[in-house]
């Protein structure tokens, strides 16, 4: 067994190997008997070494040898080149003038800062990752229990039309019973009469054979057949079986049953919060889990049959609903171009802006006609009409709430409405100095919520990008790069997020699209040939989609790693 790392002997020199350790170097970070400390100087004198009691091993510094003067140890650090620094380069001209500070007091700082980050990762960080995994558990539990409730539902509707079907089938066969008796009944009346007429023939026959037997002559005389009466048979009855036609068995029976909605997964990462309070969005945001490419991509290119387009939307990763100069909305393939499914507005006219709600329905507005309307199974409901206002944008949030950016029939003020289904709930309009946050006017603008709440306006008569927090203050304002792709002053039409909580808009005098943070940061443009863009709209995957205005098309760009 070896003495120095046993655990049933003490701790020796790491000289000697046998002796006590009773001091340490806490230069060389050795373990010395009193006796042997003399032969540890010895053994290097170019280094000072600092000798102290074992039990106060660690107490004096080991400063870091300098990089540019050797056997020199540095004692100060250079906080504007960020490296550690000996007398030697004090005295030299390389840090002249640069602020420095006492190595010792930037290491106290680096060890508050590991401590304090040490405590959150214990006490906040952690902890909060245990809750929610025991909170996605949970979510697993309920969900088996609510898929378990689903089926037992479609279970117990499926033994309703059962006994529905059993009802049917017991009546249709009861009514068949009927029919049947009815019609035995009369073909049995019609038999009694016919033997009844066979008696009264045979009867007949009969008293021929007597008198044709008979010389009384009186008694021939006397006989009278109505053989005539005979002659008319009777009517010949045909019963008619009445025909089952069993109903058709096909697509629409499932319709007729129940369907299922489609279900969703939804990632929202700021759906929790540490166990203590945290800053806020404003103070600080989370690193980007995905990078901006260097050059972006166009992936794939969609014709749309419209004369001027104006908006595009997703309806999934596959699939993309478009509106434009017409009537009619329009589902498209993404992957193949095709045409999936039309929609015509109730009205006739043609639709401002469109969403898709968070269960996968069309919302669309109808400025004209002071609406906002919802396709459900290919029929259109209104779910909102305005008096003194007209609607021009729209956007499903994340919670299902509809927010609908309108302005006043005098043209004079711009408000933001949140609606949950027809019910107003909330409204912004002014910010805390009672300014109004939007410019006024009809001009387009569009909306959109962020990952972190946060409400977006594109408002181009302000040339600005107005967001404001899910309470309705005022975060900022981001008026535009100088300078933009064309040099033209910032143009700002359709508006869309993604994943990282980027703000997207489209420039369409520019013929780009600018990329801000949350914070309203510039990150850079996307160009990829772009031709007065307006409508935008992300995928779960974080592509973007942009609807060109005059060609006709709608563009899949990859901009994120």
Request: glycine share 6%; net charge negative; with cysteine.
């Amino acid at each position: 067994m070896d003495p120095r790392t046993s655990a049933q002997d003490v701790m020796r020199c790491d000289l000697c190997e046998t002796a006590v350790v009773q001091m340490h170097c806490d230069t060389c970070l050795v373990n010395l008997c009193k006796a042997c400390v003399g032969e540890h100087f010895s053994a290097d004198l170019s280094k000072p070494h600092a000798i102290v009691d074992f039990n106060d091993r660690k107490s004096t510094p080991l400063y870091p040898g300098c990089k540019f003067h050797n056997k020199q140890q540095c004692t100060m650090y250079c906080n504007q080149c960020g490296i550690s620094v000996c007398t030697k380069c004090l005295a030299s001209d390389q840090h002249l003038g640069h602020k420095l500070s006492e190595i010792l007091q930037v290491v106290d700082e680096k060890k508050e800062k590991i401590l304090k980050e040490q405590t959150e990762l214990n006490e906040i960080i952690y902890p909060t990752y245990q809750d929610i995994a025991s909170d996605v558990q949970n979510r697993m539990s309920q969900l088996e229990k609510e898929y378990g409730d689903l089926s037992t539902a479609i279970t117990k509707h499926g033994e309703d039309w059962h006994r529905e079907i059993d009802k049917l089938v017991q009546k249709l066969k009861a009514e068949v019973d009927e029919m049947k008796n009815t019609q035995l009944q009369t073909l049995q009346k019609h038999l009694d009469e016919i033997n009844k007429t066979m008696s009264d023939i045979k009867d007949e026959i009969h008293s021929i054979d007597l008198t044709e037997d008979s010389n009384n002559i009186s008694k021939l005389f006397s006989i009278t057949i109505n053989v005539e009466r005979y002659r008319n048979l009777p009517q010949k009855i045909l019963p008619s079986l009445p025909k089952f036609v069993p109903g058709r068995i096909n697509e629409e029976l499932g319709k007729i049953f129940g369907t299922l909605s489609p279900s969703t997964l939804t990632l929202d990462k700021h759906g929790y919060s540490m166990k203590t309070i945290q800053k806020s969005p404003e103070a600080g945001s989370s690193p980007p889990v995905k990078q901006l490419l260097d050059e972006p991509e166009t992936v794939t290119t969609i014709d749309i049959g419209y004369v001027y387009l104006y908006n595009v939307t997703c309806l999934s990763d596959e699939e993309i609903w478009t509106s434009g100069d017409g009537k009619t909305m329009k589902l498209y393939s993404i992957n193949q171009g095709s045409l999936l499914k039309s929609i015509t507005t109730k009205s006739g006219n043609s639709p401002y802006d469109i969403a898709v709600t968070k269960i996968g329905d069309l919302v669309y507005i109808d400025n004209s006609d002071r609406t906002l309307n919802i396709v459900k199974n290919a029929k259109i409901e209104e779910v909102i009409r305005l008096q003194n206002w007209k609607p021009q944008g729209v956007c499903s949030t994340s919670s299902g709430d509809l927010l609908v950016i309108m302005y006043s029939n005098d043209n004079i003020q711009t408000k933001v409405v949140r609606y949950s289904g027809s019910t107003e709930k909330q409204t912004i309009q002014f910010d805390d100095q009672g300014k109004p946050l939007y410019s006024s006017g009809g001009n387009f603008k569009y909306i959109t919520e962020n990952k972190n709440l946060d409400i977006c306006v594109s408002d181009n008569i302000a040339r600005a990008i107005v967001v404001v927090n899910q309470a309705g203050k005022l975060r900022f304002r981001y008026t535009g790069h100088t300078p933009a792709q064309k040099n033209k002053p910032f143009s700002p039409r359709g508006i869309t997020t993604d994943s990282q909580s980027h703000i997207l808009t489209a420039d369409d005098y520019n013929d780009c699209v600018h990329i801000i943070d949350q914070e309203g940061q510039f990150l850079r443009y996307i160009d990829c040939g772009l031709s007065v863009p307006r409508g935008l709209c992300t995928d779960t995957n974080d592509n973007l989609f942009v609807a060109q205005f005059r060609k006709q098309e709608v563009k899949k760009i990859k901009y994120l790693q």
